[in-house]
């Protein structure tokens, strides 16, 4: 999908979105503003008004005012705020209404939730989603049971033959996305962060279903083909 928002895809030249500083995976935040798309009715207008998209895309952004105004993320900065409430409208763009319904369903287990949010960070910035299926993934089928920064450093240096903007980073910003991307694996449960050992992902019959629908989303998770 072209544009802010929705799943990453890219063609001939395009650069990646880079823009994954914040927050790792914003799981908790994500309910709360999900729930905000549900209350006021979006999702039932989406399915009204577009039946045939599978991505809620900026859809979300109708409740980006209300979500900073009334602060439902008690954050104590507007700007701050602001920025986390952005980058949380971002993945859940990727998601489609049947997603963001289970995302803000409370008797939702948490580590459903979590798992979801992985598969949107995924969808939104194509780099992770080829980092989880290409290092990730792959190092759990070869019988290697372990992630580490430089495995992601090779990795970023062999996309960066092909994408330039990824020399163009500061070592500093470098250093943030290594960071995120693993405290984002680590939230999820795919990777202890302490000793960098990889967790088979078991994902819950509720998730695997509705991930089933987009079944691409299972090549995120260090697991065998379902």
Known sequence: MPGSYGTETLQGGERYRLSFTV????????????????????????CREQP?????????????????????LGIRTQSANARVVNEVLKRLSTLSDVEIRFLADQDVALSD?????????CRYYAIVGEFANEVV??????????????????FMIGKA???????????????????????????AELVKRKDNTLLPSIL???????????????????????
């Open 52 to 72: 045939d998209s599978i991505e809620l895309g900026e859809y979300v952004t109708l409740v980006r005012k209300r979500a900073i105004d009334e602060n439902v």
């Open 113 to 121: 939730c979590r798992a979801l949010m992985w598969v949107s960070m």
């Open 161 to 187: 033959m092909w994408h330039p903007e990824l020399e163009e980073l500061s070592k500093a910003t470098q250093a943030k996305l290594r960071g995120n991307v693993f405290k984002a694996m680590d939230e």
């Open 23 to 46: 927050g790792g995976l914003l799981a908790s935040q994500s309910r709360i503003i999900a729930s905000l798309f549900i209350d006021n009715g979006y999702c039932d207008q989406f």
């Open 137 to 154: 993934r792959d190092h759990y089928l070869l019988g290697d049971l372990s992630v580490t920064y430089e495995d992601y450093d090779r």
């Open 204 to 226: 819950s019959g509720s998730v695997a279903s509705i991930l089933g629908k987009r079944p691409e989303s299972f090549g995120f998770f260090p697991m065998r083909e379902r």
